[in-house]
């Protein structure tokens, strides 16, 4: 299950940024409603560009995280705990692979240098991509499923009772 979901979401991400750099381009700009606009950027850093300067250490640093919670996920759908957090967990998996690939498969200036394609812009806020969405909704939809009251956090789920 969490391969799939984190598949499905890399592979949504993916479609999407390939449409920005083909539809988009450097110089256009498509206007969704008063301040929010798709354009093309690409960003070397992590949110709000945090992270630019730091070039191959952030992607590595990026690789271990991703690698912690995907393992994570995994642990936890074995184990069969709170399906519906570690599939949340497994769409925050997905777009935090999604940024990754870019940062991978764009790497023109060295090993694990590439930039994130963003293409949401919303003027008061941010510029992203849908593998941010994917991530951070993913990361507070798990936070807020473990933080209900009643959810069992991470106790397995239920088997037969024994004799």
């Keep these: 299950m969490v391969l799939l979901i984190a598949g499905a979401a890399l592979t949504i991400d993916q479609l999407t940024k ?6 988009l381009g450097p110089s256009r700009t498509i206007e969704l409603a008063p301040g929010a606009t798709l354009q093309l950027v690409f960003n070397p850093g992590v949110a709000f560009s945090l992270g630019s ?3 191959p250490p952030l992607a590595l640093g990026i690789i271990a995280l991703t690698l912690c919670l995907a393992t994570w ?6 184990r ?16 935090a692979a999604g ?9 023109d200036s ?16 941010a510029i992203f991509n849908v593998a941010d969405i994917f991530a951070t ?12 009251p009643g959810s069992h956090k991470d106790e397995p789920a239920p088997t037969e009772r024994s004799a």
Excluded at 18 to 23: P, Q
Excluded at 81 to 95: H, I, R
Excluded at 110 to 125: A, K, R, S, Y
Aim: hydrophobic share 55%; aromatic share 8%; proline share 1%.
């Design 137 to 148: 909704l993913g990361i507070a939809g798990f936070a807020i499923r473990f933080l209900m």
């Design 80 to 95: 069969g705990t709170d399906m519906l957090a570690t599939g949340l967990m497994s769409v925050a998996v997905g777009g």
């Design 18 to 23: 390939a449409w920005a750099l083909s539809g």
């Design 53 to 55: 300067e730091m070039g």
């Design 110 to 125: 060295g090993p694990l240098t590439g930039e994130v394609v963003d293409f949401i812009n919303i003027d008061w806020f």
């Design 73 to 78: 996920a995994v642990v936890r759908a074995v």
């Design 99 to 107: 940024n990754l690939c870019d940062r991978i498969t764009r790497a």
